[in-house]
């Protein structure tokens, strides 16, 4: 067990501004010797931390002034084993995880309490052990009830399972290949569909020289030793990149949005989405649309009379409207690399020098497209973010979800003494910004890309710094 000071509670108040919120920090954790940790989420009146070390996994809790309750090592079947991935859910929390014996390997689930009692365990699957064997990975539905567990061997053999973690049964196993496929270059996303369906996305001849060749290969399984090479989604003639799929499971529609070109992948002429019915695939809807002078210069900060394109843009989220509508998020991002010949902090090349790399996350701006997949409205929210060399870990912004409208929570600065600001977004496209509150004097640095919701006026946010960790539980 780890043993930890007494945790000290640090609370601020601020009332001055429009919308008044409770800001409550966590002494500090070390993290020095964890693997990986994650936020697994509020239950009852406890906010349970998850932390992995090799062979060991603890649970911290902290009360509801984020002082720390207890902590608890979890104990399973074998005593060297491999996490495979960790499923929250609003009253427990599972654990999938893999271990070899007596040349067999075994793939089990272990179900926990907001104690982090075990309440339940069962095999998934037993099976002979293979030398070279790729590690599993796993994602899981939005419900949280169905998880996928999948491997990929020689960038084209792929082994997948779809679990019901509720029903403790296997939906479907499948062993199959991609032909002519380099996975990790072409493919795009995985999802898993609350009916335990998997979707494969690859990009297939996304190059100038075959730009009338371009398209997205999908392959959809479903249903026991069964795969279906679903659909081939040809791209119109136009380039895509930074492109994000999502399965809409109120509507039961793939979806996907990104950005296009005609004569240059590095320049950005337009947004494009797609809708992809789950019950007819060839019913799909695919929009491109080209960006808007106003929101041009906007962005730019000046009047853009020839435009050649956006640099240095990605999409970093799908929201999902109840109407089967969306919001296209995009982010102004760069990575800028240095060499350096001086000694110190930095990585160090071949050739000796020190290599130095900025990050700079700017502005985001948001694309509501309609169900059909016609323009309703765009926005846009300035920010400007610098860091170097931490991999921009509290770089870009969190969104909070409420039915009426969204916020977006970031650092003004990336530095020890900052601000947190907020963007209040309608439906309609409208926005406050608002302060949330000051880093000053409370040695945190925040990550809210790494930020959980857990409640619709509630975040809990780890502060991680100098291998130390720190919670921030913030309530609007």
Request: charge should be neutral; glycine fraction near 4%.
């Amino acid at each position: 067990m780890k043993l930890l000071l007494p945790f000290s509670v640090l609370i601020f108040l601020f009332s001055s501004f429009s919308f008044a919120q409770t800001v409550t920090v966590s002494e500090e954790i070390s993290i020095r010797n964890d693997n990986a940790y994650d936020i697994i989420g509020k239950m009852g009146e406890r906010f349970l931390l998850y932390e992995e070390q090799t062979n060991k996994v603890e649970i911290q809790a902290f009360d509801m002034r984020m002082r720390q309750s207890w902590n608890k090592e979890l104990k399973f079947e074998h005593k060297r084993f491999e996490v495979v991935g960790l499923i929250p859910n609003r009253n427990s929390f599972s654990i999938i995880y893999h271990y070899k014996k007596k040349r067999k390997e075994y793939l089990k689930v272990q179900k926990y309490d907001a104690a982090a009692n075990m309440i339940d365990s069962a095999t998934i699957m037993e099976y002979p052990t293979a030398f070279g064997e790729p590690a599993h990975q796993m994602i899981y539905s939005e419900d949280k009830k169905k998880v996928l567990i999948y491997s990929i061997k020689n960038q084209s053999d792929i082994k997948a399972i779809s679990y019901d973690l509720i029903n403790k049964r296997v939906l479907w196993e499948a062993n199959f290949e991609i032909d002519d496929s380099q996975f990790f270059n072409e493919h795009i996303e995985m999802i898993l569909n609350n009916k335990g369906v998997m979707y494969l996305v690859m990009s297939k001849n996304n190059r100038k020289n075959k730009i009338d060749e371009h398209h997205y290969l999908i392959y959809r399984c479903g249903k026991q030793n069964e795969v279906i090479e679903a659909f081939l989604l040809p791209m119109d003639n136009k380039l895509t990149y930074s492109v994000s799929f999502d399965y809409d499971n109120r509507n039961q529609v793939l979806v996907a949005g990104g950005l296009y070109s005609v004569k240059n992948r590095s320049r950005a002429e337009g947004y494009f989405s797609i809708h992809i019915p789950d019950y007819d695939f060839g019913k799909y809807r695919l929009n491109y649309n080209p960006f808007e002078d106003e929101l041009i210069s906007d962005l730019e900060g000046k009047i853009i009379k020839d435009f050649k394109g956006l640099e240095n843009v990605r999409i970093q989220d799908i929201v999902l409207r109840k109407d089967g509508g969306m919001l296209l998020m995009f982010e102004r991002t760069k990575e800028y690399e240095r060499r350096m010949a001086s000694a110190g902090r930095g990585l160090v090349g071949a050739d000796g020098l020190r290599y130095i790399v900025d990050y700079y996350y700017d502005h985001v701006f948001i694309v509501a497209v309609h169900p059909d997949g016609t323009p309703h409205w765009d926005q846009i929210l300035h920010k400007k973010q610098y860091s170097q060399d931490d991999n921009a870990i509290f770089s870009s912004y969190f969104i909070l979800k409420t039915p009426s409208q969204l916020r977006l929570l970031f650092n003004d600065d990336i530095k020890l003494e900052s601000t947190v600001s907020e963007y209040v977004i309608n439906s309609k496209g409208e926005y406050d910004r608002n302060s949330v509150m000051s880093t000053k004097n409370q040695e945190i640095k925040l990550r809210f890309r790494d930020a959980v919701q857990v409640a619709s006026n509630e975040v809990i946010v780890p502060s991680e710094r100098r291998n130390r960790l720190k919670l921030v539980r913030v309530i609007f």
